[in-house]
């Protein structure tokens, strides 16, 4: 699946933060390609309303 960072992280909680950081994202407009398993939804989950997602 490849996962987009689409707003900023400020303002988010430190748990959110965190998340998105251990995707592999830091700025808006970051892109990354992770494996569709049960992991990377919950991370996704938890940040849906930072990013955007499609299958690769």
Not at 19 to 44: E, F, M, R, S, Y
Request: hydrophobic share 40%; proline share 4%; aromatic share 0%.
């Amino acid at each position: 699946m490849k996962i987009t960072l689409v707003k900023s992280l400020i303002g988010s909680k430190k748990d959110q933060i965190a998340t998105a950081h251990a995707l592999g994202l830091k700025k808006i407009g970051d892109t990354t390609t992770q494996p569709d398993n049960p992991q990377t939804k919950g991370k996704v989950a938890k940040i849906i309303h930072l990013v955007e997602v499609s299958e690769a």
